[in-house]
């Protein structure tokens, strides 16, 4: 579920973020930019901590983990069966630590990209005055600068996505014969 949740998400956000880029909304796309990192590390995190340790942690260790995983919400989240949180979260920054350990690098992304989506004064000018409603490309000091920035922010996107396919098949491809065992197990039971 978690994977098929968090690949969901990643096609939403790089949909909606490509849009945005698209029209020369870059500031709104670098939040997106951001959320993949996340969901990324969200994925990497879950490898690590959950279908690794699989064999050797305790099962109610894991069964935590998981639930912290899909039901983990700060606020008042509705769950499927009408309960509301707040439940307990894993910290973001957990997730955004796996992927700099898989993907070195990953964390100064990040932290690159907050830039954009906190209050950063400079950071922002440079993603606004990219877009549509200001006429800066034709200062050449301004469009090489901005160009690097957004050039960045493009190789985020698409490693970020690169990764979070790659750390899925291998998840799937992992826990998929196990699904299926259990699958037959209780099908011959019935």
């Not at 020369?24 to 990324?40: C, K, N, P, T, Y």
């Not at 957990?94 to 992927?99: A, G, I, Q």
Request: hydrophobic letters at 45%; glycine letters at 6%; aromatic letters at 8%.
């Amino acid at each position: 579920m978690l994977v098929i949740g968090s690949l969901r998400s990643a096609r939403e956000i790089a949909l909606s973020a490509s849009g945005l880029w698209l029209k020369g909304h870059f500031l709104l796309a670098s939040v997106g930019f951001r959320m993949l990192i996340e969901l990324d590390g969200q994925l990497l995190w879950a490898e690590k901590k959950v279908l690794r340790r699989l064999e050797e942690d305790d099962a109610e260790a894991l069964r935590e983990r998981v639930a912290k995983l899909i039901l983990g919400a700060k606020s008042t989240v509705p769950l499927v069966r009408g309960e509301f949180g707040p439940h307990p979260t894993i910290n973001v920054m957990d997730f955004v630590r796996s992927s700099e350990e898989s993907r070195p690098g990953a964390m100064e992304d990040y932290v690159f990209l907050c830039d954009a989506t906190h209050p950063c004064y400079m950071m922002q000018t440079w993603l606004i005055f990219a877009g549509p409603r200001y006429d800066n490309w034709t200062n050449e000091t301004f469009a090489l600068q901005v160009a690097k920035v957004l050039d960045r922010m493009l190789v985020i996107a698409e490693t970020s996505l690169q990764s979070l396919e790659d750390t899925a098949l291998r998840i799937i491809s992992a826990a998929l014969p196990q699904i299926l065992s259990e699958a037959e197990t209780s099908s011959a039971k019935s």
